[in-house]
Antibody, heavy 121, light 110 residues
């Protein structure tokens, strides 16, 4: 059974780059059966879709974040990563990685437990 | 980014049915049947409960059902139970190959 686990710093300084990694276990990231996605939730707010990447490297991003965000995939390590540049306090959130199965037409059926990132000096 | 509008809160008594609407403000979103719904208990990861408007993944209770009419998708929870108290989010695929979530609906079981 596919399992995802986020990792990365819990505290990032303003103007720096937020970097998170999602390790995929229980299956290969290269099977082509999933779009690998990042979602976040600001404190007390709703879910926000950040973007997704296919194992080929093709990625799509939330237009509101597109200028600062990039998602990459490392098939050799069976993981994918999120990079968010020039962060501010507004980027403080719980970040989730997830898999959107092609079978489910982009619906996200596998989720990591989430990780909290605080942007503060 | 397209927007999906949900009511902030919906409540019901145990055993009742409730419906949560999700209205697309952009025709590019409303024209798709790639609508999914997620249940989110605080402190836990969201859980997929409906995909493609009205399909349930394996293992999801048949008390959850989805539908769509025009630009509005809806989630119905039948036979409301205490464990259904959570936040619920709709999500849609868009014409620019992105995803978008609704603002979320807090379901309270009275």
């Amino acid at each position: 059974q596919l399992q995802l686990q986020e990792s990365g710093p819990g505290l990032v300084k303003p103007s720096h780059t937020l970097s998170l990694t999602c390790a995929v276990s229980g299956g290969s990231i290269s099977t082509g059966n999933y779009y690998w996605s990042w979602i976040r939730q600001h404190p007390g707010k709703g879910l926000e879709w950040i973007g997704y990447i296919y194992y080929t490297g093709s990625a799509h991003y939330n237009p509101s974040l597109k200028s600062r965000v990039s998602i990459s995939v490392d098939t050799s390590e069976n993981q994918f990563s999120l990079s968010l540049r020039s962060v501010t306090a507004a980027d403080t959130a719980d970040y989730y990685c997830c898999g959107a199965a092609l079978f489910y037409n982009y619906a996200m059926d596998v989720w990591g437990p989430g990780t909290t990132v605080t942007v503060s000096s | 980014q397209s927007a999906l509008t949900q009511p902030a809160s919906v409540s019901g008594s145990p055993g009742q049915s409730i419906t949560i609407p999700c209205t697309a403000t952009d025709n590019d979103v409303g024209g798709y049947n790639y609508v999914s719904w997620y249940q989110h208990h605080p402190g836990k990861a969201p859980k997929l409960i409906i995909y493609d408007v009205n399909n349930r993944p394996s293992g999801v209770s048949d008390r959850f059902s989805g539908s769509k009419s025009g630009n509005t998708a809806s989630l119905t929870i039948s036979g409301l139970q205490a464990e259904d108290e959570a936040d619920y989010y709709c999500n849609s695929y868009t014409s620019i190959s992105t995803g978008v979530f609704g603002g979320g609906t807090k379901v309270t079981v009275l």
